[in-house]
């Protein structure tokens, strides 16, 4: 599914997308493998940024 959102925010030429993520959360390891960085942090989650065209 991530895939597919990812997909079209390229298509739709949107220059990035972001997500929070709990502590413990084991779909961490998915966003950061489809490139999503850390950015923030807000009590006990992350504010994670996708880049579009950064890869």
Sequence with gaps: MLAA???IAE???IP???LSVEDGNTARRL???AGF???G???GSDTMLLRIGEG
Excluded: Y
């Design 16 to 18: 990035g997308l972001s």
């Design 5 to 7: 959102v990812i997909g």
């Design 37 to 39: 960085k850390v950015v």
């Design 31 to 33: 966003n950061e493998k």
């Design 11 to 13: 298509q739709r030429r």
């Design 41 to 43: 942090r807000n009590g």
